[in-house]
């Protein structure tokens, strides 16, 4: 059939996905099919893989063995956790700050240096300067998380030439978890051409200086990722946990909240109270802008996930998109504001990075989703006895669509 959209017979992802995603004659995804590795492969062999690789680079003295990059929120308590208790490294923490922190993400990255006793190691990118690749990629690609993006990726590669500590441990590789990209015994490592092409949708920091841009050498420098002779000369390696370790954020996050009081929060788009509590956007403008582009949000990246633990029927899990997809957003004025743009300037902008595929323009500047041509081979419902999905709120730390950002803070006392 013309347009014909396919989607995964278990989990929620469609052919649209921007990572890529293909699918078996069962017409199960590659995300799905990777995932059943969690339950066949031996998760106690992998770890002895993991203490294999890292033993070279355990200096056994008050040095850094390692880089953690970290935020406030999503994994990091867990990764810091395996990292420094579990593998007994000593790790130096490195974060990029994005400026648009909520005072949990503060207090949780604060919670994180004490609790683990690590040193922290924050790069704050004159404000300026990031406002204003801010307003050229915003404008250009309808993307403002870009500097946070590259940032986020690349200040841990620059970290580890400058100090001279070539290990690298992220948490989960997102194209693993997502889409199954790679089986989990490729043991992928981190690159240059995956960021380039996945985390920043193929724009480097190069490619943001054109004829058409008022953006310089001067101010794009800091996003650059190293060159090929640095990370040799440094043998520079970054390897994710994700693949020796059984990846399951939801149970992780709650051991964390257990055992060193990771702090979680609900947002109005999602049921997951755990991931990106740290960022007042991520959630919420991004994800409405996720939402332009791909045709789903971050609540279908959380369902996708319950249905592959099996915690979460398809049928729930559709109900929950639902429910939550189209959920007014709670924090443009904060945007507005930091960025000096009014919202209809913003409507503009994000409406002429919609996707056509998608929406249809029934009057000037209103748009409505097409209904998309769904085809999906038998759809299987994995699980029998669904129980409520329980996701936990402790934070009494409020957040309204008063609260400003906490562009640079210190935390709240323990
Ligand atoms: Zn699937």
Redesign the pocket.
């Known amino acids: 059939m013309k347009n014909e959209i396919q989607q ?1 017979s ?2 929620l ?1 469609t052919s649209l996905h921007p990572l890529g995603i293909t699918f078996n004659n069962e017409g ?2 590659s ?2 099919q990777i995932h059943e590795e969690k339950d066949s492969l031996d998760w106690n062999d992998r770890f002895q893989a993991l203490k294999k690789i890292i033993k070279p680079y355990q200096k056994g003295k008050k040095q850094y063995d390692c880089i953690v990059p970290v935020t406030g929120a999503n994994d990091s308590h867990y990764i810091v956790h395996v990292v420094k208790n579990i593998l007994k490294l000593e790790p130096l923490l490195v974060t990029y700050n994005k400026y648009f922190n909520t005072p949990l993400g503060i207090r949780n990255l604060a919670n994180l240096r004490i609790k683990f006793d690590c040193d922290l190691l924050t790069q704050n990118i004159n404000p300026h300067l990031v406002k204003k690749i801010t307003k050229h990629t915003l404008r250009k690609y309808g993307s403002f998380y870009w500097p946070c993006l590259a940032g986020q990726t690349v200040f841990p590669v620059q970290t580890a030439i400058r100090y001279k500590i070539p290990l690298i441990i992220w948490g989960a590789h997102q194209g693993i978890e997502q889409v199954g990209m790679f089986s989990h015994l490729h043991e992928v490592e981190m690159t240059r051409r995956y960021r380039k092409d996945h985390d920043l949708f193929g724009v480097e920091a190069e490619d943001l200086i054109t004829d058409f841009s008022t953006l310089t050498e001067g101010d794009i420098w800091q996003y650059r990722y190293p060159d090929d002779g640095d990370l040799h000369l440094e043998g520079v390696r970054g390897i994710y946990l994700g693949n020796y370790i059984r990846w399951d954020p939801k149970a992780q996050h709650e051991a964390m909240i257990k055992e060193f009081n990771y702090k979680s929060s609900k947002f109005h788009r999602t049921f997951d109270t755990y991931d990106h509590v740290d960022c007042y956007n991520f959630m919420d403008l991004h994800d409405h802008i996720k939402f332009l582009k791909n045709g789903y949000s971050k609540v279908t990246d959380h369902a ?1 996930r319950e249905i592959r633990h099996k915690r979460l029927s398809r049928k729930n899990a559709l109900k929950l998109v639902k429910k939550f997809e189209n959920k007014k957003l709670q924090f443009v004025n904060q945007f507005c504001e930091w960025i000096n743009i009014d919202k209809i300037g913003l409507d503009f902008i994000l409406n002429q990075h919609r996707n056509r595929l998608i929406w249809d323009e029934v009057e000037p500047n209103i748009y409505k989703k097409k209904k998309l041509n769904l085809f999906t081979k038998s759809k299987l419902n994995h699980i029998e006895n669904e129980h409520e999905l329980e996701f936990l709120k402790n934070s009494s730390i409020n957040m309204s669509s008063d609260t400003k950002y906490i562009t640079i803070g210190k935390g709240y006392p323990l």
Do not use: E, F, L, R
């Open positions: 995964c278990k989990c992802y199960v995804c995300g799905c996708c």
